[in-house]
């Protein structure tokens, strides 16, 4: 009997270290899931290095930061931190040893993020990680905003206390979970929020004003995030939520194809959500009434196109534009649907700053295969045989074009400028775009 019942005990403790394993496991997969969601790889790994370990160096208006290594390794990464210092970096900008993270780190958002997510992403990063011993590069920051104690008094400021997300009474449970998304892990905010000289974001949801994914209001590493609002021209006015739901899964669609660190964001963030969550962001984003109202929906013009088809290319660019572009996106600037993207109509060329149109001209850019779309999209560079004045002529010509109907002009100086930035390289394998600088 004694014996019968010790074996009882032992096979129900065996049971439940079996159902606390499998528990732990689910847990860990969570984790990773979150964690893709989070893009937090996009950050913190450097290009050739090993995942999660740092070392990526990111521009900013104070100087160049490196992110740092988030791996379990004790030494030089996170093998110490409890849940509590795992959550206070994470939500709240600040690190163990009591510093303030660089801003960099998209703490106000990510502190929308539920305690049971948070503990999923930490069970991800302590065990579903593998250790890395690399130690975290000094930022390259000059005196005195290089020193960490100010940045308390800025996270007080403004980096507001946000709790954890709640759904609203009557909110659609489908809008709610994009909201989350959006405003918590996805950190989407951080990129495509104006900022204030202040280096904060202008509006943290949408609640807070329609500054709210407006698109950058400055350049990072060369590129401008476009405006995710429902603005008619400069915003996703026109798309329906299957052309966003396609984006945001292929970085590709009818209207345009994902450029510049976005193309990371799908690689290793967007591609591997459920269709569930593609959904929801893509209800969410389109719930999102325009920033200004009075645009004027985009009407097509053909007469550019006719004028090209019948060998008129006296305009300035037009003659650019035939050698260089007309091959990929046609002489009436459709391009070919979901692989080279039409010019005519697409929000990334009417936008008031032509930053990132220069600088795909400039180095081109490959947006890579991914699931579902496995065959990669390529823009070749054109600044190792464009000068200056080609340069700005043709995206002239292009933003003025077939509706397009831009009138800010952009000139040599403009181009000139961003070949400076040493933020703006050549595609790899293209020609160095600096060859014909100057002339």
Same mark, same amino acid.
């Given at each position: 009997m004694i014996k019968s019942l010790a074996a009882l005990v032992l096979g129900t403790m065996a049971f439940a270290a079996l159902a606390d394993d499998t528990a732990s496991d689910a847990l860990v997969r969570r984790g990773e899931y979150l964690a893709r969601a989070g893009d937090c790889v996009a950050c913190h790994s450097s290009a050739g290095g090993k995942p999660f370990a740092g070392g990526l160096a990111m521009a900013t208006p104070i100087g160049t930061i490196y992110s740092t290594n988030i791996t379990p390794d004790k030494a030089t990464g996170i093998g110490d931190y409890s849940y509590d210092d795992f959550q206070k970096a994470v939500r709240h900008g600040v690190a163990k040893n009591g510093d303030t993270l660089y801003p960099a780190m998209p703490y106000p958002s990510y502190a929308v993020v539920s305690d049971e997510d948070m503990k999923a992403l930490y069970a991800y990063f302590m065990h579903g990680v593998q250790p890395v011993s690399q130690a975290n590069k000094e930022s390259d920051i000059p005196w005195p905003l290089s020193m960490r104690w100010p940045l308390a008094i800025w996270r007080g400021l403004f980096a507001p206390d946000v709790k954890a997300f709640q759904p609203g009474a009557q909110e659609d449970a489908q809008l709610a979970r994009g909201r989350y998304l959006v405003e918590g892990l996805g950190h989407c905010g951080a990129c495509h929020t104006p900022r204030s000289f202040t280096m904060q974001e202008k509006a943290l949801n949408n609640g807070e004003g329609s500054d709210y994914l407006s698109g950058s209001n400055a350049p990072v590493d060369g590129w401008t995030a476009s405006n995710l609002r429902g603005d008619n021209r400069d915003g996703l006015g026109r798309w329906s939520e299957t052309d966003l739901q396609q984006f945001l899964r292929y970085g590709r669609n009818d209207h345009t194809a994902a450029f510049g660190g976005m193309t990371d964001v799908v690689e290793h963030s967007l591609q591997y959500l459920s269709d569930e969550d593609i959904s929801a962001i893509a209800k969410y984003l389109k719930s999102l009434g325009a920033r200004d109202a009075s645009q004027a929906v985009f009407t097509p013009d053909d007469a /550019?196109?006719?004028?090209?088809?019948?060998?008129? %290319? #006296?305009?300035?660019?037009?003659?650019?534009?035939?050698?260089?572009?007309? =091959?990929? #996106?046609?002489? %009436?600037?459709?391009?070919?649907? !979901?692989?080279?993207?039409? +010019? !005519?109509? @697409?929000? /990334?060329?009417?936008?008031?700053?032509?930053?990132?149109?220069? #600088?795909?001209?400039? *180095?081109?850019?490959?947006?890579?295969?991914?699931?579902?779309?496995?065959?990669?999209?390529?823009?070749?560079?054109?600044?190792? !045989? +464009? @000068? %200056?004045?080609?340069?700005? %002529?043709?995206?002239?010509?292009? !933003?003025?074009?077939?509706? @397009?109907?831009?009138?800010?002009? /952009?000139? =040599?100086?403009?181009? =000139?400028?961003?070949?400076?930035?040493?933020? /703006?390289?050549?595609?790899?394998?293209?020609?160095?775009?600096? *060859?014909?600088?100057?002339?």
């Amino acid at each position: 009997m004694i014996k019968s019942l010790a074996a009882l005990v032992l096979g129900t403790m065996a049971f439940a270290a079996l159902a606390d394993d499998t528990a732990s496991d689910a847990l860990v997969r969570r984790g990773e899931y979150l964690a893709r969601a989070g893009d937090c790889v996009a950050c913190h790994s450097s290009a050739g290095g090993k995942p999660f370990a740092g070392g990526l160096a990111m521009a900013t208006p104070i100087g160049t930061i490196y992110s740092t290594n988030i791996t379990p390794d004790k030494a030089t990464g996170i093998g110490d931190y409890s849940y509590d210092d795992f959550q206070k970096a994470v939500r709240h900008g600040v690190a163990k040893n009591g510093d303030t993270l660089y801003p960099a780190m998209p703490y106000p958002s990510y502190a929308v993020v539920s305690d049971e997510d948070m503990k999923a992403l930490y069970a991800y990063f302590m065990h579903g990680v593998q250790p890395v011993s690399q130690a975290n590069k000094e930022s390259d920051i000059p005196w005195p905003l290089s020193m960490r104690w100010p940045l308390a008094i800025w996270r007080g400021l403004f980096a507001p206390d946000v709790k954890a997300f709640q759904p609203g009474a009557q909110e659609d449970a489908q809008l709610a979970r994009g909201r989350y998304l959006v405003e918590g892990l996805g950190h989407c905010g951080a990129c495509h929020t104006p900022r204030s000289f202040t280096m904060q974001e202008k509006a943290l949801n949408n609640g807070e004003g329609s500054d709210y994914l407006s698109g950058s209001n400055a350049p990072v590493d060369g590129w401008t995030a476009s405006n995710l609002r429902g603005d008619n021209r400069d915003g996703l006015g026109r798309w329906s939520e299957t052309d966003l739901q396609q984006f945001l899964r292929y970085g590709r669609n009818d209207h345009t194809a994902a450029f510049g660190g976005m193309t990371d964001v799908v690689e290793h963030s967007l591609q591997y959500l459920s269709d569930e969550d593609i959904s929801a962001i893509a209800k969410y984003l389109k719930s999102l009434g325009a920033r200004d109202a009075s645009q004027a929906v985009f009407t097509p013009d053909d007469a /550019v196109a006719k004028a090209l088809w019948q060998g008129d %290319d #006296h305009q300035p660019g037009a003659s650019v534009y035939v050698d260089s572009c007309a =091959a990929c #996106h046609k002489t %009436d600037g459709s391009g070919y649907q !979901r692989f080279y993207p039409a +010019l !005519r109509g @697409n929000p /990334v060329v009417m936008a008031d700053d032509p930053t990132s149109l220069i #600088h795909i001209v400039l *180095v081109g850019g490959t947006l890579p295969g991914v699931q579902g779309a496995p065959t990669a999209i390529t823009m070749p560079a054109f600044g190792w !045989r +464009l @000068n %200056d004045s080609q340069v700005a %002529d043709v995206v002239n010509f292009i !933003r003025g074009s077939w509706g @397009n109907g831009v009138k800010t002009r /952009v000139t =040599a100086q403009d181009v =000139a400028k961003l070949r400076q930035d040493e933020s /703006v390289q050549p595609h790899q394998g293209s020609a160095d775009i600096r *060859v014909l600088e100057g002339q």
